[in-house]
């Protein structure tokens, strides 16, 4: 098995879409002309990878040699037979994958790669749910009130995904609604009890991802 980069009359990838129902994901694409086969690749990505890492899966192994392993071969057949490509997602983030035209003929096969990116396509998979508790001491007499934090997680959260926002007179909506503290700390799985704080008696505090578009693709923030 070896790549080629795409020539003008190559068969390549078109139209590649994808849709998930529960925990299956469908593949679909328009077909090239003079291939009856393609290959495809699935990529788990996270949170902690930039789009300069969507990059192609790996095809080499650690000695140098060609490693196919994580390539699939799916004929026009079994596509007509099954509606498209389906493919189950199993744990939580996102995945990439990617769909290569074979060329037909005798010996290894020949994988056209695509510069164009319409050959890939991303996908969310489970979401961990991440739960939160802001609780409140209003002790009598006093201008001030003591606010703790509990987050409870299903996996582990490094320390940049979530933030708390602090506003005065009501309930923050946003991490732009309100003066912004990032946690220092990264999170376990399980229950974190954070040191309390002390805020004025007219201060609200509500807890927010620190990217909505990034890490709520990956996590669900929920209000205990």
């Known amino acids: 098995m070896r790549f080629i980069e795409a020539k003008p009359d190559s068969p390549v990838i078109r139209e590649l879409t994808r849709r998930v129902s529960g925990d299956v994901c469908t593949l679909q694409w328009q077909w090239p002309s003079g291939t009856d086969f393609v290959y495809i690749g699935r990529r788990a990505l996270d949170a902690a990878h930039d789009a300069s890492s969507k990059s192609e899966p790996s095809v080499f192994g650690p000695d140098g040699g060609f490693d196919d392993s994580g390539l699939k ?24 994958y990617w769909v290569y035209a074979a060329l037909p003929g005798s010996g290894e096969p ?26 409140e001491k209003k002790p009598l ?21 979530l933030c708390y926002v602090k506003k005065s007179g009501a309930y923050p909506t946003g991490p732009q609604d309100g003066t ?22 007219n201060d609200y505090i509500r807890v927010f991802f620190t990217d909505a578009k990034t890490y709520g693709q990956l996590y669900e923030l929920l209000p205990e």
């Open 73 to 96: 071969l799916y004929t026009r057949e079994e596509y007509k037979a099954a509606g498209g490509y389906r493919d189950r997602l199993d744990g939580i983030g996102r995945y990439a």
């Open 110 to 135: 020949v994988l056209i790669r695509q510069t164009d990116g319409l050959n890939t396509v991303e996908t969310p998979a489970g979401r961990a749910k991440i739960r939160y508790a802001v609780i």
């Open 141 to 161: 007499f006093r201008a001030f009130k003591t606010v703790r934090i509990e987050i409870s997680c299903e996996v582990s959260l490094s320390e940049n995904v």
């Open 180 to 201: 912004v503290y990032p946690f220092t700390g990264a999170f376990p799985a399980g229950r974190t009890r954070l040191p309390d704080i002390e805020v004025g008696k």
